[in-house]
């Protein structure tokens, strides 16, 4: 049975390689945990690159697991450990087999492991009937996800390029989420050992060398990590699909047509590490400073939601809503009809560097955006496109008051300036950065 299934897989990767037009340039690996959501979504960092990759004549494949975490839905792989997915933009997406992560803890832990275990299995399946990558691109949600492209790079003697999109522990550490332990200790010499393996290192957070450097991992630091290997790759936008989303995807909503209101949209993940019960706060001080014009929307899901809405529902204030998990495709409808686009996230995790993706889609609808974080490296100041220090709810409250009351020209140049912004956090731009990366190995 199992040799019938991957037959079939087969066949779909046969057909795969006909709708490219012929000869490829290097074939490219990419294993991402969380990808196999990005090709539902049709929208994703991986999933953008992939896209990318494959216009620029390379041959990639995606590597991702079996439980979409959005919304907590698993893959049906009738029972194997992976299956071959034929994908609309003609890039093969491998799906391997995990178990659910719901509930966290162990769960996770064991999601973990088994995107681990099974995405070896399957790359090893993959390369016996299609040929072995020219380069592995391992990006981390976590660190076992690098350390399984390490290993393949290994196997079949090729360049591995770890991408580190979440310092681990670091960034848990500095929010006060883990504290300092054996345990944090520990997994600070697996990701020196990870750093070090790596032939490549992308971050997507720019100040990546100073982390490094400050925890003298650098060869100036008589550390192992070399400096020229370490490179910045920011999360970003498709801006062409943006925009066509926000013709094809339209959202028709009161709240954010209501006349005479100054709309500030919040869209993304609802969990601890972001902070959203400032916005409520926010809101509070915006009813104690009389502005009946500013209207809060927050847009997403996550395991906060209860609480959030909790606290909104106590307060007693009309002036910010929940709004419910809005389809990624319709994201750019939701943004282009606010007015200022608003994000907040837990002291510490922003440190090094600003690349949640919700940044970059609110650059793209050429809004304004106030950032509650306490970032070394700002990209909202780099542009001069708004607001971004770490602020207490009320001065939050204050910063989206005196947004609303800007004049109409210094407004319009905040739009201009997100507008222009966009351009450089395109992935037709950040693909390319990548693709000098694979062609220096």
Request: charged content about 30%; proline content about 3%.
């Amino acid at each position: 049975m199992e040799k019938a299934v991957f037959s079939q897989n087969i066949v779909q990767i046969a057909e795969l390689v006909r709708e490219t037009g012929g000869k490829m340039k290097k074939k490219v690996w990419i294993l991402n945990h969380y990808a196999t959501g990005q090709f539902y979504d049709k929208g994703g960092r991986h999933f953008w690159i992939s896209e990318q990759l494959k216009k620029q004549g390379y041959d990639p494949v995606v590597f991702g697991a079996s439980y979409l975490r959005t919304n907590e839905n698993m893959v049906d792989l009738k029972g194997k450990r992976f299956r071959v997915k034929k994908t609309g933009i003609g890039v093969p997406l491998v799906v391997v087999k995990v178990c659910s992560e719901k509930g966290g803890g162990i769960r996770r832990v064991k999601n973990m492991m088994d995107y681990y275990k099974n995405v070896q299995y399957a790359a090893k399946k993959y390369a016996e009937r299609y040929g072995k990558p020219d380069v592995i691109y391992a990006s981390s949600v976590h660190p076992l996800a690098l350390v399984a492209g390490e290993n393949l790079a290994k196997k079949y003697r090729v360049p591995c390029i770890c991408e580190v999109r979440d310092l681990w522990p670091e960034t848990m550490v500095l929010m006060g989420i883990w504290k300092k332990s054996i345990l944090t200790d520990m997994m600070y010499l697996g990701e020196r050992w990870i750093y070090k393996r790596a032939d490549a290192l992308v971050f997507t957070m720019e100040g990546a060398p100073e982390y490094i450097k400050g925890r003298k991992w650098d060869k100036a630091s008589k550390g192992p990590i070399d400096l020229n290997k370490v490179y910045h790759i920011n999360n970003g936008v498709d801006l062409k699909r943006f925009w066509e989303n926000v013709e094809k995807y339209p959202v028709t909503d009161d709240d954010l047509a209501e006349e005479g209101k100054f709309i500030v949209n919040y869209t993304g993940s609802i969990r601890a590490a972001n902070s959203v019960d400032e916005l409520v706060g926010a809101a509070q001080h915006l009813k104690e400073l009389q502005n009946d014009k500013v209207k809060i929307l927050i847009w997403g899901t996550g395991n906060y939601v209860d609480e959030l809405c909790g606290l909104i529902r106590d307060s007693g204030l009309n002036n910010i809503k929940y709004k419910g998990m809005v389809k990624k495709t319709m994201v750019p409808s939701v943004l282009t009809q606010g007015d200022v686009n608003v994000y907040t996230f837990r002291d510490g995790g922003t440190k090094y560097g600003i690349d949640l993706n919700k940044c970059f889609e609110y650059l793209a609808s050429g809004k304004p955006l106030i950032g509650n974080d306490d970032t070394l490296f700002s990209v909202i100041t780099k542009y001069g496109c708004g607001i971004e220090k770490k602020m207490s709810a009320r001065e939050l409250g204050e910063a989206i008051h005196k947004m609303s009351g800007l004049p109409g020209e210094e407004y319009a140049r905040l739009c201009k300036n997100a507008s222009m912004a966009a351009k450089d956090y395109d992935f037709s731009v950040l693909t390319g950065k990548l693709i000098d990366v694979i062609e220096k190995l």
